[in-house]
């Protein structure tokens, strides 16, 4: 698809990423930039969980524990002296090596006893961050984690990680970076097979796809950068309690990835800022906040399953189908002439 | 004692999850809900415990039946996961409507039969024994339910072939509702039972719920020998391992013995294939 089409087609993310790269240059508020940080490393989080979930259909509940184990990994390499650019990838090898073996266990499983298999990891996580209080601090955490080490410029002197707006611009780099990786996963034959096992697993090993090993690799790619921004958020919080790890961010991701709109690029994205903007202007609401998310996943799920993504694409949908139908109001109306080839 | 509660709860989650194929993620939260309907007709409203007991069951099988109503029966014929996903809302709604509406704080039930008594040398107050007592009970009395009554044959016929039993004019909705009730009001009695002995907070059926879920697939699903079985190994587990190995971890053991087990045998124990 050439790249002028391509532009026209989804400017309006364009948009969106211009926002993006610009908005702690224009916002001065502090607090919203800080809003803005954890939002996106959230979303990164969601993103990555909508490739098992959205693209592969399946139901991890681990991924907060992936999570931990990066952020725990980047905690306590660099209270000991270790720099944050080593601990970073060190922390991600390991829990891509856990989630490796995690995924080697219980992707044999279908449907509610993964969920289940993979809850009980996440728990298990939580409770040895808890507990092995030597390595971990135990439910105290561990304290006073260094911020990233300042990366020297060439020319330019240094980039320092205790400005906001360094921070920021990591957080969203690893955002970028993960959609990209995602972008290229989901639009090439490996893609494919993701989908083609979440729509139907039996007919894909039918076809001789290696359901298993597409799994896997999807389960691994999104501990990965699960891991990654989980290291991240433990260097820029400054603080870690095994309540990283816990469910309930879990739960917050999927409400995010089902409210932006499962199976698209963006949908995570969308729903996570969405929902944490939404959340600071309705402080007032905040003991509610729960409830609000409970009812609204319900209805998500049971009216619009595909999200806010999915009500944008059946509104941008009518409006061609509205264009491109003949004024004259003949009886057989085109085909919905989709150019994209299939809005995935 | 502890199993016994297990069983009570893993029974109403196997009833749900066996038989109607919802993953019921929010069961641990209906039983939080029975304790605090419990000790909110205790102390707000000046109930004495058997009422209080009564009251919770029926509040309880109330909101199972809305529960199903609202958050389950749309989503029926879809993938078990989006009933997964429903569940979950419900979860939070409960958790965090019961935070709103009693605070965040753990509440103390008043013990009914407080003291202790001695059995055959063990000392063990009367609130625990009677949560035995009861437990058993209402095991038999469910199993006869079940196996003994019309309607208990209608939820076993839905259980096993849906359209089936539609077509032999069993109600589908009806047994859905009254599965739903049996499921959550059996889990506020457990709570009942227990909230005397402990606290009553919102967080009290977190694990619980979890432990739930792997008590009814280790013992199968929509079996409810497995499950009765399955509640009081658990609690001897959990008990045991605690008390010899290491109390920290006491819950590792259940969850990585459920992972294990799943890893081999990726239905459970006793369970059925399911296509």
């Not at chain 1, 996106?40 to 991924?63: D, E, R």
């Not at chain 1, 969203?172 to 972008?183: I, P």
Request: proline fraction near 4%; charge should be positive.
């Amino acid at each position: 698809m050439g790249t002028i089409s391509f532009i026209k087609m989804r400017w309006y993310y364009l948009a969106l990423l211009c926002i993006f790269l610009l908005f702690p240059l224009i916002v001065t508020n502090r607090y919203l930039v800080l809003v803005a940080i954890m939002s996106t490393i959230s979303a990164v989080a969601a993103a990555s969980m909508n490739l098992i979930l959205g693209y592969t259909g399946q139901f991890s509940l681990a991924q907060a524990g992936f999570f931990g184990i990066g952020a725990y990994g980047v905690a306590i390499l660099t209270t000991h002296g270790v720099s944050f650019w080593l601990a970073l990838p060190v922390s991600v090898l390991v829990a891509a090596a856990v989630g490796l073996l995690i995924g080697l266990v219980t992707l044999r499983m279908r449907g509610a006893y993964f969920a289940i298999a993979t809850m009980c990891f996440g728990v298990i996580v939580v409770i040895v961050a808890g507990a092995w209080i030597n390595l971990t601090g135990g439910y105290t955490g561990i304290n006073l984690i260094p911020k990233p080490n300042p990366i020297p410029l060439p020319f330019m002197g240094q980039i320092n990680f205790s400005s906001q707006i360094a921070q920021y611009y990591l957080v969203l780099a690893c955002l970028l970076l993960t959609l990209f990786v995602m972008y290229r996963l989901v639009f090439s034959l490996k893609g494919l097979s993701l989908m083609a096992v979440r729509d139907n697993e039996l007919l894909a090993e039918a076809v001789g796809v290696n359901t298993f090993a597409a799994k896997l690799l999807s389960f691994v790619v999104a501990t990965v950068f699960t891991a990654l921004v989980g290291g991240v958020y433990a260097s820029l919080m400054g603080t870690l309690t095994p309540d990283a790890a816990s469910l309930n961010l879990t739960f917050d991701w999927i409400i995010y990835v089902f409210l932006g709109g499962v199976a698209s690029l963006a949908g995570p994205v969308i729903g996570t800022y969405a929902i944490t903007f939404l959340m600071e202007y309705l402080q007032a609401l905040a003991d509610y906040r729960l409830i609000v998310f409970g009812v609204i996943l319900i209805l998500v799920i049971t009216y619009l399953p595909r999200g806010m993504v999915g009500v944008w694409d059946d509104l941008v949908r009518k409006v061609r189908v509205f264009r491109a139908s003949p004024p004259s109001g003949t009886v057989a109306a085109p085909a919905d002439r989709d150019p994209e080839g299939g809005r995935i | 004692m502890m199993g016994s509660t297990f069983a009570i709860v893993a029974l109403g989650l196997t009833l749900v999850f066996g038989i109607l194929r919802i993953p019921n993620f929010a069961h641990g939260q209906l039983y939080m809900l029975g304790g605090y309907v419990t000790y909110a007709a205790l102390v707000s409203y000046g109930f004495g415990y058997w009422p209080a007991v009564a009251a919770s069951t029926a509040v309880l099988a109330l909101t199972g039946i809305v529960v199903e109503r609202l958050a389950f029966r749309p989503l029926r014929n879809q993938s078990q996961i989006n009933s997964f996903i429903s569940a979950i809302g419900v979860m939070m709604i409960l958790e965090n409507g019961v935070v709103v509406l009693w605070g965040p704080q753990g509440h103390l039930v008043p013990q009914p039969y407080p003291g202790t008594i001695t059995i055959f040398g063990i000392i063990t107050s009367y609130q625990r024994l009677l949560v035995i007592v009861v437990a058993v009970g209402l095991i038999i009395a469910l199993n006869l339910f079940i196996k003994k009554t019309i309607f208990g044959a209608a939820i076993e016929a839905v259980a096993q072939n849906r359209e089936g039993a539609a077509l032999m004019g069993i109600n589908i909705n009806r047994v859905s509702a009254a599965t739903f009730a049996i499921s959550a009001a059996a889990a506020g009695v457990a709570a009942s039972l227990l909230a005397p002995i402990f606290l009553v907070s919102p967080g009290m059926g977190d694990m619980l719920g979890m432990e739930a879920f792997v008590i009814v697939i280790l013992g199968g699903l929509g079996s409810i020998p497995g499950a009765i079985l399955g509640g009081y190994i658990l609690g001897l587990i959990e008990v045991l391992g605690g008390g010899y190995i290491s109390a920290d971890y006491k819950d590792v053991f259940a969850f990585g013995a459920l992972v294990l087990v799943l890893a081999f045998k990726p239905t459970g124990l006793f369970g059925r294939e399911e296509g």
